[in-house]
T-cell receptor, first 116, second 111 residues
Framework: GAVVSQHPSRVICKSGTSVKIECRSLDFQATTMFWYRQFPKKSLMLMATSNEGSKATYEQGVEKDKFLINHASLTLSTLTVTSAHPEDSSFYIC????????????FGPGTRLTVL | QQQVKQSPQSLIVQKGGISIINCAYENTAFDYFPWYQQFPGKGPALLIAIRPDVSEKKEGRFTISFNKSAKQFSLHIMDSQPGDSATYFCAASIARGKLIFGQGTELSVKP
């Protein structure tokens, strides 16, 4: 149990276009979903936390107008990178939590975004 | 302080040996300490986690040792195998809040 999927697994786009990444919890309802960014050989950097039906809470320094997060249901959250530029190229990973005493997070397989 | 400091940055171990990765924290309010394993190009996977009221937790070849007074915790991988070669992250959280990750340790197990 506790499987999280992401789609697409990799995407290449031209500078200026928008890209949507989906995160789904396949076998549980996620009370909270998280979006992370990871640079090569670096740790995970939390971008935002989202709860179903409410606005996402963004970490300091993350542009909310550039990284749009929607948490439409208890099993789906989306991250849209708007007007992507080469510096947005990165590995984006989502995680989902089903609550519980420690809000344990289960991670998706990640999405490799390359902006040309 | 919300940081979690992890060491070493990289580790090479012979097959069958013990891999040890250490983490240290400052904030005594942290109440949940998970370890994650990440293979290249994949998302992290939860390995094992511990609460501060427990000094040790073992699951198979993986053991967490927790020293509350020293504010340190460590991951021990017994009988290390080449398939264990991955990046390992420690993390900590407070009251079901966001995870604070360590810097990561790249483990290489040589056959």
């Amino acid at each position: 149990g506790a499987v999280v999927s992401q789609h697409p697994s990799r995407v290449i786009c031209k500078s200026g276009t928008s890209v949507k990444i989906e995160c789904r919890s396949l076998d549980f309802q996620a009370t909270t979903m998280f979006w992370y960014r990871q640079f090569p050989k670096k740790s995970l950097m939390l971008m935002a936390t989202s709860n179903e039906g409410s606005k996402a809470t963004y970490e300091q320094g993350v542009e909310k107008d550039k990284f749009l997060i929607n948490h439409a249901s208890l099993t789906l959250s989306t991250l849209t990178v708007t007007s992507a530029h080469p510096e947005d190229s990165s590995f984006y990973i989502c995680s989902a939590s089903r609550g519980g005493p420690y809000n344990e997070q289960f991670f998706g397989p990640g999405t490799r975004l390359t902006v040309l | 302080q919300q940081q979690v400091k992890q060491s070493p940055q990289s580790l090479i171990v012979q097959k069958g040996g013990i891999s040890i990765i250490n983490c240290a924290y400052e904030n005594t309010a942290f109440d949940y300490f998970p370890w994650y394993q990440q293979f290249p190009g994949k998302g992290p996977a939860l390995l094992i986690a511990i609460r501060p009221d427990v000094s040790e937790k073992k699951e198979g070849r993986f053991t967490i040792s927790f020293n509350k007074s020293a504010k340190q915790f460590s991951l021990h991988i017994m009988d290390s195998q080449p398939g264990d070669s991955a990046t390992y992250f420690c993390a900590a959280s407070i009251a079901r809040g966001k995870l604070i990750f360590g810097q990561g340790t790249e483990l290489s197990v040589k056959p």
